[in-house]
């Protein structure tokens, strides 16, 4: 339930993000909370940190999330936070099928299955969603005061 809360919570904090500047200067205030969060797994990682480790992680923690947060915060300038966290959904099925086909990774049976049903549970929310807004614009078109309340 926490990791649930805190997806809605970075979807629509991103999105509100994004909408309150033109380009991408949202990224200098929201690179720096993701850094700052990412700060709760280093204490476990102590005495395994040198100065090689450090100075990798370092340049990953510059790099690596300024393009998906990019793309992320311009999608949410496009499309209703909604449909975003249905492809959100989406992404271990995305991630498992690069594994096996990159890495050569196979999943078990079990693992597969919770994969499935993350993807599925995200598809039938946006067929639910596109259900109530037809039957929404239904009622529009048969009763037009509807619309206005």
């Given at each position: 339930?926490?990791?649930?809360?805190?997806?809605?919570?970075?979807?629509?904090?991103?999105?509100?993000?994004?909408?309150?500047?033109?380009?991408?200067?949202?990224?200098?205030?929201?690179?720096?909370?993701?850094?700052?969060?990412?700060?709760?797994?280093?204490?476990?990682?102590?005495?395994?940190?040198?100065?090689?480790?450090?100075?990798?992680?370092?340049?990953?923690?510059?790099?690596?999330?300024?393009?998906?947060?990019?793309?992320?915060?311009?999608?949410?300038?496009?499309?209703?936070?909604?449909?975003?966290?249905?492809?959100?959904?989406?992404?271990?099925?995305?991630?498992?099928?690069?594994?096996?086909?990159?890495?050569?990774?196979?999943?078990?049976?079990?693992?597969?299955?919770?994969?499935?049903?993350?993807?599925?549970?995200?598809?039938?929310?946006?067929?639910?969603?596109?259900?109530?807004?037809?039957?929404?614009?239904?009622?529009?078109?048969?009763d037009p005061t509807v619309a206005t309340g």
């Amino acid at each position: 339930m926490a990791a649930a809360t805190g997806w809605a919570v970075y979807i629509l904090l991103t999105q509100f993000v994004g909408h309150r500047g033109d380009g991408l200067e949202g990224l200098a205030f929201t690179i720096p909370v993701a850094a700052l969060t990412a700060l709760v797994g280093v204490p476990p990682a102590t005495g395994h940190l040198t100065p090689v480790v450090l100075l990798a992680a370092l340049g990953l923690a510059l790099l690596l999330p300024v393009f998906p947060f990019a793309l992320e915060m311009l999608a949410l300038r496009r499309m209703s936070h909604t449909a975003f966290g249905t492809f959100m959904a989406l992404e271990p099925a995305i991630g498992a099928v690069l594994g096996f086909l990159v890495l050569g990774q196979r999943m078990a049976p079990i693992q597969l299955l919770g994969v499935a049903l993350v993807a599925f549970a995200g598809g039938g929310r946006a067929a639910w969603w596109r259900s109530c807004a037809d039957q929404q614009a239904d009622a529009v078109v048969a009763d037009p005061t509807v619309a206005t309340g």
